[in-house]
């Protein structure tokens, strides 16, 4: 018996799968991750990276032509996943079916991505999407086109609504037509669960329908004009979405001046909201930002759970962010009990502006622990410190940097009894830190006499306690 045949099919599958997918992960979840269940590094409706996916898309292709063992073994994970992104896909997967197509590989497809398609596409796609029964996820790259064709659309509404459970919608521009087959779609999916619309202009309004299984929304556009975007929740006597969590959607959107209905939701069900601020730091004065979060809190009264997706110059920002929250200005919701960050970076790393940030986020947070008792835990993370970890450390014990003392007052700390930091990461084992280094100190000059628990997210591949916690665990101890 080879080595293949010793290991039980379901351990290869598992192995199949990990290798397959952790370029692209989540291609095949339905349901959103809570904020607070990973330390992604990432917004969790960005887009997929076509490249990664293509990369993925692959390594399953190589998997099932290594050997027979292994093709029979992999071959249900190859289709699941389908990716059109061309006019060769299209003319190639049509003369499949034309020659015989195996009705077994269209049923395991669960996830269809149509790509940046061109209109002489639409002629083949009826025809390809009808052999596709089973799917589950509806990824639209270039919805202009797809819900263009009125022959597609009507085949998506008939043979992939009634099972859809998540659909994800790209754009540049919907309207009229567009927005009424959109709907159709989203109207005759009963099962939905996770419905994400990231267009740069909706033209004419787009409103959801009552979705009694919907637990995930979001509604994305960056545009700088508020006039030209308009997604609204259906507007009925009883609530629309009984069993919806988790809110996601750009603050610009939240509340413009001149158009006060840019995105409106009502929900006692809801407990988590992500807000991304990354581009409302640049935003004129016809954007009241702070009335518009106000606003939200006000219509969802069961908020527990905010998370907080912002860029690493807003910090910086003495009359943005930093300055605002926890504030009168910047008010959180009282029913929230845990607070999460994640802080991009764009632009050229500095460790100044690095320890200017911090000094802004904690000065932030001594107020929000003021006025939020309620508050239990606080979440804070960086990934872009997972890579710059050993040029900073090393600039620091050269003598570079010079670093600073960070204070959190008890006020503070005894209204957050649990506080969760996955801003320091080490990357492997010959990146740990030293108790000299910057992260470390800065660290250590927290004043965390009332921290009941930590959690400190490492990325060493050892698996013991990398010496950068270690360290921090001494600190502790000797309080």
Aim: aromatic share 8%; hydrophobic share 45%.
């Amino acid at each position: 018996m080879d080595a293949v045949s010793r290991v039980p099919p379901e351990i290869w599958l598992e192995i199949f799968e990990y290798a397959s997918s952790s370029p692209v992960p989540n291609l095949l979840d339905v349901d959103i991750p809570h904020p607070f269940s990973t330390a992604a590094s990432s917004s969790a409706t960005d887009y997929y990276d076509l490249d990664c996916l293509r990369s993925a898309l692959r390594t399953k292709r190589s998997l099932v032509l290594v050997n027979r063992s292994w093709n029979s073994i992999a071959s249900e994970l190859l289709h699941q996943v389908l990716l059109i992104d061309s006019l060769h896909a299209c003319r190639a997967l049509s003369d499949n079916i034309e020659s015989g197509w195996d009705e077994s590989t269209g049923a395991s497809v669960k996830h269809l991505l149509l790509g940046t398609l061109c209109r002489s596409s639409c002629q083949y796609l009826p025809t390809i999407l009808r052999k596709l029964p089973n799917v589950k996820i509806l990824s639209l790259w270039n919805a202009n086109i797809a819900l263009s064709d009125q022959r597609t659309a009507d085949v998506i509404v008939d043979i992939f609504a009634p099972s859809l459970l998540r659909v994800h919608v790209y754009g540049e521009q919907l309207a009229g037509p567009q927005l009424a087959s959109l709907f159709d779609v989203v109207h005759s999916a009963p099962h939905l669960r996770t419905l994400i619309v990231d267009c740069k202009e909706i033209l004419g309004g787009f409103v959801v329908p009552p979705l009694p299984d919907l637990t995930f929304v979001a509604g994305h556009n960056l545009t700088r004009n508020p006039m030209d975007a308009l997604m609204m929740l259906a507007k009925v006597d009883e609530d629309p979405f009984p069993r919806l969590q988790h809110i996601h959607l750009p603050a610009r959107r939240l509340f413009a001046r001149s158009h006060n209905r840019a995105f409106e939701i009502t929900s006692p069900s809801a407990t988590i909201a992500t807000v991304d601020l990354r581009r409302d730091w640049e935003v004129g004065p016809e954007y009241d930002l702070w009335s518009g979060l106000s606003a939200l809190w006000a219509r969802c009264p069961g908020l527990t759970h905010v998370h907080l997706v912002l860029a690493w110059q807003q910090f910086a920002a003495s009359d943005r962010f930093p300055a605002q929250l926890g504030t009168c200005a910047f008010t959180l919701p009282q029913s929230m009990t845990h607070l999460s960050i994640l802080a991009t970076f764009t632009g050229t790393f500095r460790m100044s502006l690095f320890v200017q940030c911090c000094e802004a986020l904690l000065k932030s947070l001594e107020r929000v622990g003021r006025s939020h008792p309620t508050l239990q835990v606080v979440r804070f993370t960086n990934p872009v410190l997972v890579q710059r970890t050993r040029q900073a450390a090393a600039a620091t014990e050269m003598g570079f940097v010079k670093t600073t003392a960070l204070r959190v007052s008890d006020v503070f700390l005894t209204a957050t009894p649990a506080m969760t930091i996955t801003t320091f990461s080490c990357a492997s084992p010959s990146d740990h830190l030293s108790p000299g280094s910057v992260y470390v100190t800065t660290l250590f000059r927290l004043r965390l006499y009332y921290l009941m628990s930590l959690s400190i997210h490492s990325f060493a591949r050892s698996p013991s306690l990398s010496s950068l916690s270690l360290a921090f665990l001494d600190h502790v101890i000797q309080l």
